[in-house]
């Protein structure tokens, strides 16, 4: 296909919306964050009953406030797991593509998986990815639930669109009605690094970058990383308090992804191509 037909051929991504009002963003940042609230809030209210010595009648209440101040402990034992599951320690000290649009990040993940289909078969899936295209792979109820979850099949897509197949650098792909990430870089079947949409007023502390790595395993297995990065001014607290929110939701979502494009991926390999007639 020449270059010319293929631009023909592109989609350009849906513009970005502003919010009309605040009830939108507001609803979708309180699914996004509002499991993480409510484990805090339970877990530093439990703590401050066990402190002051608070013992209901209950023994069942009493195990459950003991159990839940012990969250936080537990959530340090955790969190080297979660923000790196799938990975190994090579894979998450290694440089990856990306690695340097966000040069001092306060907040790195990596995690990985292994696919038994070949790189230029994973790549597909990978392209057409977001919101008002294929999806995310993952969890659709809890996408819509987050005004993230309109797709061009009305749930993750589980066919190859052509149309959504030509992705260039500083396309945006949409995370929402009112938000998006930009195409930074490009090299087919090998990466894809998206970035925040920069605005003119963007400090250069303020990027995140999401990193899709596909790397060969032999002739018919390819090991994905994905790995975000997050920029910021450690004397902004507000902004590493909700770093640190987002990151057990991002875990569930980004984890049913990966495997989501294992499970097409491998479905591809085995029983031929499923691309859409539309």
Known sequence: MTTQSREQRRTPPPPLERPTSVLGPALGLGVTLGPSLALDLASASATAAVLLGVRPRSRSLRAALVVASLVPWGWRLVRPWLLNWGADSEEVLRALPGDGLVPNPVAVNTRAITIHARPQDVWPWLVQIGYRRAGWYSYDVLERAAGAGEFVEGHSADHLHPRLQALAVGDIIPM?????????????ARALVLRSVMEEETPAWGVTTWAFVLEPLGEDRTRLLVRGRTGGDPRRWAARMFGQLIEFPHFVMERKMLLGVKERAERMERFGETTATV
């Open 176 to 188: 929402s009605r009112w938000t998006g990430m930009q195409v930074a870089e490009l090299a087919p």
